[in-house]
């Protein structure tokens, strides 16, 4: 089975709001976490990661919280505009693996 | 940097044929990984390269599917026969190398779309 997964394949924020992606993993052995956005037509593209010794890390923007007693990843996206309109992915890193969830997509409501 | 490079970016073909996918990591990096993604399975990896050597094919599909890594600046991904079941995005990324602490960062090519009818 898939090891990484989330709980909803899309969200509709309106501009301006903040955005919260959500994801559960199920490998105790993971220890490192990362989030990619793919736009339409590319490659998905990091845009943070975080290691198990953390419970949070932020970024421009974003910022990416790690519940590990209930193995629950989430993205915030701060005042969401319309470049923020993609698929974002968790990942985990596996040893030399890195798996990927089945993604969520994000639809900003103008 | 070029970033990953792939080609070709769109292959149509028919059941049956032999199909080539190329790949260009970026230049320094010691990992390089092929990923399938459809939208029923999301991005699976297939299989992925340290230092040009084959670690996990865990994930190719079948036999019908091989890779290689001839040299650190370039890889293929070849499938015969094709099938239509085969129909995807393949995407090639790269990174800087694994160890103690992880794969690290990805970096992805633009992916090759494949159409077997």
């Known amino acids: 089975g898939e090891s990484v997964g989330l709980h909803l394949p899309t969200l509709s924020v309106q501009e301006g709001d903040n955005s919260i992606i959500n994801c559960a993993y199920s490998n105790s052995a993971s220890d490192y976490f990362i989030w990619y956005k793919q736009e339409s037509g590319k490659g998905p593209q990091f845009i943070i990661d975080i290691r198990s010794n953390m419970d949070k890390r932020q970024g421009q923007r974003v910022t990416v919280l790690l519940n590990k007693t209930v193995k629950h990843l989430s993205l915030q996206i701060a005042a969401t505009q319309p470049g923020d309109s993609a698929v974002y992915f968790c990942a985990e890193n596996i040893g030399d693996k890195i798996i990927f969830g089945k993604g969520t997509r994000l639809h900003i409501l103008p | 940097d070029a970033g990953v490079i792939q080609s070709p970016r769109h292959e149509v073909t028919e059941m049956g044929q032999e199909v080539t996918l190329r790949c260009k990591p970026i230049s320094g990096h010691n990992s390089l990984f092929w990923y399938r993604q459809t939208m029923m399975r999301g991005l699976e990896l297939l299989i992925y390269?340290?230092?040009?050597?084959?670690?996990?094919d865990s994930g190719m599909p079948e036999d019908r599917f091989s890779a290689k890594m001839p040299n650190a600046s370039f890889s293929t991904l070849k499938i015969q026969p094709s099938e239509p079941r085969d129909s995807a995005v393949y995407f090639c990324?790269?990174?800087?190398?694994?160890?103690?602490?992880?794969?690290?960062?990805?970096?992805f090519g633009e992916g090759s779309r494949l159409t077997v009818l």
């Open positions: 990324a790269s990174s800087l190398g694994a160890g103690t602490s992880g794969v690290g960062e990805l970096f």
């Open positions: 390269f340290n230092n040009n050597v084959p670690i996990d």
